[in-house]
């Protein structure tokens, strides 16, 4: 059984459509994160599966249930807030018994719910705390607090740590990454940070502009993006993206960069892309290179020696970040970013020597930028 | 802040594996609480709404059209055309109340404003004592037209008042009887209604120069500019929409007047400081002429409007604006 | 630091005493005159220091001074002004609540129009509404009661108490309401558990706002009730005709000063939230 099935969901505000036909499924269980740039419909579906929105067309199914007409207190949902949207006239405790008071749920339950999520939790000593008597990291417990207790089929977050500051946002990533796996639970997320998207889903359906450009697991997300927006917005740096032109000589098919310049790189594309690239032999395309695919001169990448291909390019800028080096390069006439070891020194100006790793490469469309192999 | 020991470091928590039971009831509850919880909230909100809205439309249309009609002591239904605003606009009565209005509106506006920008400005020096100030400027503004014009009658009554003082302590030739002038009653209320109103302008004002963003200052100060530079060159430009509240607020009060100018000189000496607000109540009860006394309210709902619509477009626009420049 | 007294200072100090004393007159005289008597009074100005205090007064004025032939004092008027002004704040206030919450937080279809023009209330003058609400009155029954002016006053004031509400809670964040709704809270659930709590800071306003304004008023008062129906206002109007055969003023400053000392008081011990009040609205 499905947990959360989202078929044909198209949603207008006034003339402008915000949603143009959703389609997703996930299973039991499963932790979807839905991330896109602000303004890309991502928060509007939450809300639409919260309830808190009306759907335009097509349908909304919770555990199997048409839930399109269904009030957001009986979905058999709960969900955390960006702002947390504690009540702040009432202590912490009645934060959390709210909803069941609502509920009707009787008092000893009421008090074995409370006692079992502050344990978990552990905010036992917060109980009777107003949310104003609270920081930061203790709120966002809370408000995950008041969303475990209902023990609902299915959980919601809307960015819910985007009001934290660096150091905590990542501990609590972690917390609520471990909470997922310990309880089990059904968990839809909703960010615009691609790292949050990348280390806690089990799915992610990236958006742009109303539509779901790519859904599917993180590493099939990163490593074959479906669309070029995908590959630019997923990973940081983004991935490079550069024309280049494909070819097809005795050795295999190959694609150029920068073609005909006295620089041009010519770099041979593996042979399990080339035979999806087939249809593109002679033709445009844009080549995508992840970062790390461009290290220093005597990295190897895998066992098959073909696929690190050494290249020599002029060194624009170099940002060392402590754990690696990002360069700046230029490649056939193209800038690209590598990443190479900390512990090597390039001077900026300077050609140096680089390899290139073409197992990754995604080539696209450059007319539709979906992604050709 | 330093972040509380998550679960992360925590011994086994237990599972929530406990039944789904508390949640599947909610769908239980019958159809007819369900039906009651969405008709309750509409019949609640919407008669008080419905009330205020009817009350606001619905009372100044009714008021519109008894002007077209030939309504004396009753209304009468009887459609007369402009007639009743011909005959306002002719009469001695109104041509007065409106030359009045003029000076009046022009006197009180000024004075107000000229006399709450100066005690904000005062106020605004860091003195001691700025509360007792405050509260004394402003009190006049939680008592009545009523009891305030009353107590200005007395004071300007010249033979009980300021005059009588004066005289008293040697300068037997002092005049101060305005209040029985022709000519110069209408300026008591002028000052009477500054007396009252300049402490809501001080308020406004100050509010306004308190709300200047403190970078501000100093990056004043770091040019070098001195305190009254400050305020002529950064602080007033910075409050200038205060300045168009405060106008707005003190056109709507003088064209509004009447409870003062009843307590102070009830319109006289003779007709001398009749206003349009008088203008009506005398026409509607006094000699029963409904029809006349509503066209004469609606001329001073239509002047209302003329300084009131300029402001809400205005308003409008500079939302607009901020809007779009984020 | 502020404190070294330069020239400059020394200045402004005399200015806000000099503007401070210019505000309190009028105060001071009806004070000083509610304990003078007649013949003082006549004898030199309204200005004057009490040669004797003459306590009488303030007993006349409340109980047996002739108002329009009726010889009660001001006190049957002041009554008056409470039986309409406890009533009419309290209900204007709470539909005011109502109607804020729904137009802030349950937006819709049209309710800017809704709010516009319940706005436009605060504006439209009193006289553009005398004769609907005599002829309402009148089918009601309602003419020369004091249960009329509550109503009256009620209508007018959900203008303003809707304004002040409304604006305040705009405030509070739609995730706070959709957090509640997951939660399983209804419309009446929310206003009670959420939202009053939240609401003590602008119900005072808007109590003190509607005391003050409702206490003062004057018109409504004098067209719609008569001799012994009227609020204080219009009897310290009539007091003022009444004496003018023979004047009366340390009697008369002694109800003038009874007839403000509710609002006086209000003022004193609410001053911050009257302020808050008055420039509720025009700074925005």
């Given at each position: 059984?499905?947990?959360?099935?989202?078929?044909?969901?198209?949603?207008?505000?006034?003339?402008?459509?915000?949603?143009?036909?959703?389609?997703?499924?996930?299973?039991?269980?499963?932790?979807?994160?839905?991330?896109?740039?602000?303004?890309?419909?991502?928060?509007?579906?939450?809300?639409?599966?919260?309830?808190?929105?009306?759907?335009?067309?097509?349908?909304?199914?919770?555990?199997?249930?048409?839930?399109?007409?269904?009030?957001?207190?009986?979905?058999?949902?709960?969900?955390?807030?960006?702002?947390?949207?504690?009540?702040?006239?009432?202590?912490?405790?009645?934060?959390?018994?709210?909803?069941?008071?609502?509920?009707?749920?009787?008092?000893?339950?009421?008090?074995?719910?409370?006692?079992?999520?502050?344990?978990?939790?552990?905010?036992?000593?917060?109980?009777?705390?107003?949310?104003?008597?609270?920081?930061?990291?203790?709120?966002?417990?809370?408000?995950?607090?008041?969303?475990?207790?209902?023990?609902?089929?299915?959980?919601?977050?809307?960015?819910?740590?985007?009001?934290?500051?660096?150091?905590?946002?990542?501990?609590?990533?972690?917390?609520?990454?471990?909470?997922?796996?310990?309880?089990?639970?059904?968990?839809?997320?909703?960010?615009?940070?691609?790292?949050?998207?990348?280390?806690?889903?089990?799915?992610?359906?990236?958006?742009?502009?109303?539509?779901?450009?790519?859904?599917?697991?993180?590493?099939?997300?990163?490593?074959?993006?479906?669309?070029?927006?995908?590959?630019?917005?997923?990973?940081?740096?983004?991935?490079?993206?550069?024309?280049?032109?494909?070819?097809?000589?005795?050795?295999?098919?190959?694609?150029?960069?920068?073609?005909?310049?006295?620089?041009?790189?010519?770099?041979?594309?593996?042979?399990?892309?080339?035979?999806?690239?087939?249809?593109?032999?002679?033709?445009?395309?844009?080549?995508?290179?992840r970062p790390e695919c461009i290290a220093e001169a005597d990295r190897r990448f895998g066992a098959?020696a073909?696929h690190s291909v050494p290249i020599?390019?002029?060194?624009?800028?170099?940002?060392?970040?402590?754990?690696e080096t990002?360069v700046?390069?230029?490649?056939?006439?193209?800038?690209?970013?590598g990443r190479v070891s900390p512990d090597i020194?390039l001077?900026?100006?300077?050609?140096a020597r680089f390899a290139l790793d073409t197992r990754k490469?995604?080539?696209?469309?450059?007319?539709?930028?979906?992604?050709?192999? | 802040?330093?972040?509380?020991?998550?679960?992360?470091?925590?011994?086994?928590?237990?599972?929530?594996?406990?039944?789904?039971?508390?949640?599947?009831?909610?769908?239980?509850?019958?159809?007819?609480?369900?039906?009651?919880?969405?008709?309750?909230?509409?019949?609640?909100?919407?008669?008080?709404?419905?009330?205020?809205?009817?009350?606001?439309?619905?009372?100044?249309?009714?008021?519109?059209?008894?002007?077209?009609?030939?309504?004396?002591?009753?209304?009468?239904?009887?459609?007369?055309?402009?007639?009743?605003?011909?005959?306002?606009?002719?009469?001695?009565?109104?041509?007065?109340?409106?030359?009045?209005?003029?000076?009046?509106?022009?006197?009180?506006?000024?004075?107000?404003?000229?006399?709450?920008?100066?005690?904000?400005?005062?106020?605004?020096?860091?003195?001691?004592?700025?509360?007792?100030?405050?509260?004394?400027?402003?009190?006049?503004?939680?008592?009545?037209?009523?009891?305030?014009?009353?107590?200005?009658?007395?004071?300007?009554?010249?033979?009980?008042?300021?005059?009588?003082?004066?005289?008293?302590?040697?300068?037997?030739?002092?005049?101060?009887?305005?209040?029985?002038?022709?000519?110069?009653?209408?300026?008591?209320?002028?000052?009477?209604?500054?007396?009252?109103?300049?402490?809501?302008?001080?308020?406004?004002?100050?509010?306004?120069?308190?709300?200047?963003?403190?970078?501000?200052?100093?990056?004043?100060?770091?040019?070098?500019?001195?305190?009254?530079?400050?305020?002529?060159?950064?602080?007033?430009?910075?409050?200038?929409?205060?300045?168009?509240?405060?106008?707005?607020?003190?056109?709507?009060?003088?064209?509004?007047?009447?409870?003062?100018?009843?307590?102070?000189?009830?319109?006289?000496?003779?007709?001398?400081?009749?206003?349009?607000?008088?203008?009506?109540?005398?026409?509607?009860?006094?000699?029963?002429?409904?029809?006349?006394?509503?066209?004469?309210?609606?001329?001073?709902?239509?002047?209302?409007?003329?300084?009131?619509?300029?402001?809400?477009?205005?308003?409008?626009?500079?939302?607009?604006?901020?809007?779009?420049?984020? | 630091?502020?404190?070294?007294?330069?020239?400059?200072?020394?200045?402004?100090?005399?200015?806000?005493?000099?503007?401070?004393?210019?505000?309190?007159?009028?105060?001071?005289?009806?004070?000083?005159?509610?304990?003078?008597?007649?013949?003082?009074?006549?004898?030199?100005?309204?200005?004057?220091?009490?040669?004797?205090?003459?306590?009488?007064?303030?007993?006349?004025?409340?109980?047996?001074?002739?108002?329009?032939?009726?010889?009660?004092?001001?006190?049957?008027?002041?009554?008056?002004?409470?039986?309409?002004?406890?009533?009419?704040?309290?209900?204007?206030?709470?539909?005011?609540?109502?109607?804020?919450?729904?137009?802030?937080?349950?937006?819709?279809?049209?309710?800017?129009?809704?709010?516009?023009?319940?706005?436009?209330?605060?504006?439209?003058?009193?006289?553009?509404?005398?004769?609907?609400?005599?002829?309402?009155?009148?089918?009601?029954?309602?003419?020369?009661?004091?249960?009329?002016?509550?109503?009256?006053?009620?209508?007018?004031?959900?203008?303003?108490?809707?304004?002040?509400?409304?604006?305040?809670?705009?405030?509070?964040?739609?995730?706070?309401?959709?957090?509640?709704?997951?939660?399983?809270?209804?419309?009446?659930?929310?206003?009670?558990?959420?939202?009053?709590?939240?609401?003590?800071?602008?119900?005072?306003?808007?109590?003190?706002?509607?005391?003050?304004?409702?206490?003062?008023?004057?018109?409504?008062?004098?067209?719609?009730?008569?001799?012994?129906?009227?609020?204080?206002?219009?009897?310290?109007?009539?007091?003022?005709?009444?004496?003018?055969?023979?004047?009366?003023?340390?009697?008369?400053?002694?109800?003038?000063?009874?007839?403000?000392?509710?609002?006086?008081?209000?003022?004193?011990?609410?001053?911050?939230?009257?302020?808050?009040?008055?420039?509720?609205?025009?700074?925005?």
């Open positions: 059984m499905s947990a959360l099935r989202i078929a044909r969901l198209r949603k207008r505000f006034g003339a402008q459509e915000v949603l143009k036909g959703i389609d997703l499924e996930i299973g039991s269980g499963e932790f979807l994160v839905l991330v896109g740039p602000s303004g890309c419909g991502k928060s509007t579906l939450l809300n639409v599966i919260a309830g808190l929105e009306k759907a335009g067309e097509g349908t909304v199914e919770i555990g199997g249930r048409v839930v399109n007409d269904v009030a957001p207190k009986d979905r058999d949902i709960a969900m955390v807030f960006q702002s947390y949207a504690l009540y702040p006239t009432m202590t912490v405790r009645q934060n959390i018994t709210f909803g069941m008071e609502c509920r009707r749920v009787p008092r000893p339950q009421q008090e074995e719910a409370l006692a079992r999520v502050a344990r978990l939790l552990q905010i036992e000593a917060l109980l009777n705390r107003k949310p104003s008597q609270l920081s930061g990291g203790q709120r966002q417990r809370v408000a995950m607090g008041r969303a475990l207790v209902r023990d609902p089929m299915l959980f919601l977050f809307d960015e819910p740590l985007s009001n934290l500051d660096a150091k905590l946002r990542v501990e609590m990533r972690m917390e609520i990454k471990q909470l997922h796996r310990r309880i089990g639970a059904t968990m839809v997320y909703v960010t615009h940070d691609q790292i949050e998207a990348m280390t806690m889903a089990t799915r992610i359906a990236v958006m742009h502009q109303g539509e779901v450009q790519q859904f599917a697991d993180p590493e099939t997300i990163y490593n074959r993006p479906a669309t070029l927006f995908v590959a630019r917005f997923m990973g940081a740096p983004p991935m490079n993206t550069v024309a280049a032109r494909l070819t097809g000589g005795a050795e295999g098919l190959a694609a150029i960069i920068g073609a005909g310049r006295p620089d041009e790189i010519r770099l041979p594309v593996p042979e399990e892309l080339a035979a999806r690239a087939g249809p593109f032999r002679d033709r445009e395309v844009v080549l995508g290179i098959d073909r020599e390019a002029p060194v624009e800028m170099t940002e060392p970040t402590g754990a990002i700046l390069m230029r490649l056939g006439g193209e800038a690209l970013l020194r001077p900026v100006g300077a050609p490469l995604c080539l696209f469309d450059p007319a539709t930028e979906r992604l050709i192999a | 802040m330093t972040p509380d020991p998550g679960p992360a470091t925590a011994p086994a928590a237990p599972a929530l594996d406990a039944p789904r039971a508390a949640a599947r009831r909610a769908a239980a509850r019958p159809a007819w609480r369900d039906a009651i919880g969405r008709w309750l909230p509409h019949l609640v909100l919407w008669p008080p709404l419905l009330v205020s809205v009817v009350h606001v439309l619905g009372f100044t249309g009714y008021t519109t059209w008894m002007s077209f009609t030939a309504s004396t002591l009753m209304p009468d239904y009887e459609w007369v055309g402009l007639r009743n605003y011909t005959a306002v606009l002719n009469s001695r009565n109104w041509q007065i109340a409106t030359d009045n209005l003029l000076i009046y509106g022009a006197g009180f506006v000024v004075l107000t404003t000229a006399l709450g920008l100066l005690l904000a400005v005062l106020i605004d020096q860091r003195v001691r004592g700025e509360n007792l100030f405050r509260t004394i400027y402003l009190y006049p503004m939680a008592v009545s037209f009523v009891v305030t014009g009353t107590v200005w009658a007395w004071l300007l009554n010249p033979s009980i008042g300021i005059q009588r003082l004066v005289r008293s302590m040697g300068w037997g030739g002092f005049r101060f009887d305005w209040l029985v002038d022709r000519e110069m009653a209408i300026y008591t209320i002028v000052i009477a209604g500054a007396w009252q109103a300049s402490g809501f302008a001080m308020a406004l004002f100050l509010a306004g120069i308190r709300s200047v963003d403190a970078d501000l200052y100093k990056a004043a100060q770091v040019d070098g500019a001195g305190p009254w530079r400050i305020y002529r060159r950064v602080v007033l430009p910075a409050i200038w929409p205060i300045f168009i509240a405060v106008l707005v607020i003190l056109l709507q009060y003088t064209i509004k007047t009447f409870d003062l100018v009843r307590a102070l000189t009830g319109g006289g000496p003779g007709i001398a400081t009749q206003l349009p607000a008088l203008v009506v109540y005398d026409l509607m009860f006094q000699r029963g002429l409904l029809g006349r006394g509503s066209a004469a309210a609606v001329m001073m709902l239509l002047s209302l409007l003329l300084v009131l619509v300029p402001y809400f477009g205005f308003m409008r626009w500079r939302r607009h604006r901020e809007a779009r420049h984020g | 630091m502020a404190d070294r007294l330069t020239p400059a200072r020394v200045l402004i100090y005399a200015l806000l005493a000099g503007f401070a004393a210019f505000y309190l007159v009028p105060l001071l005289v009806v004070v000083l005159n509610s304990v003078r008597t007649a013949e003082d009074i006549g004898a030199t100005s309204v200005v004057g220091l009490p040669r004797e205090l003459a306590f009488g007064n303030f007993e006349r004025a409340w109980g047996s001074y002739c108002i329009a032939r009726r010889c009660e004092g001001i006190s049957p008027y002041m009554w008056n002004s409470f039986l309409m002004v406890v009533p009419a704040t309290i209900i204007s206030t709470l539909l005011g609540a109502l109607n804020g919450y729904s137009l802030a937080l349950w937006r819709f279809r049209g309710d800017n129009w809704v709010f516009g023009i319940i706005t436009l209330g605060v504006f439209l003058p009193e006289q553009m509404k005398l004769v609907p609400w005599t002829l309402v009155l009148r089918d009601l029954g309602l003419t020369n009661t004091i249960a009329g002016l509550v109503l009256i006053h009620v209508v007018q004031g959900i203008s303003f108490t809707t304004l002040f509400c409304r604006n305040y809670y705009t405030a509070i964040p739609q995730e706070l309401l959709k957090a509640a709704k997951i939660d399983g809270a209804g419309f009446f659930r929310i206003f009670w558990r959420i939202v009053l709590p939240l609401s003590p800071p602008i119900l005072i306003v808007t109590v003190i706002w509607q005391f003050t304004h409702i206490w003062n008023e004057f018109l409504y008062g004098v067209t719609f009730t008569s001799g012994a129906q009227q609020p204080v206002t219009a009897a310290l109007i009539a007091l003022s005709v009444s004496v003018s055969e023979a004047p009366q003023y340390g009697v008369q400053s002694a109800a003038v000063l009874i007839a403000a000392l509710p609002t006086l008081l209000v003022y004193l011990f609410g001053g911050k939230y009257f302020v808050r009040g008055l420039t509720a609205g025009a700074v925005k």
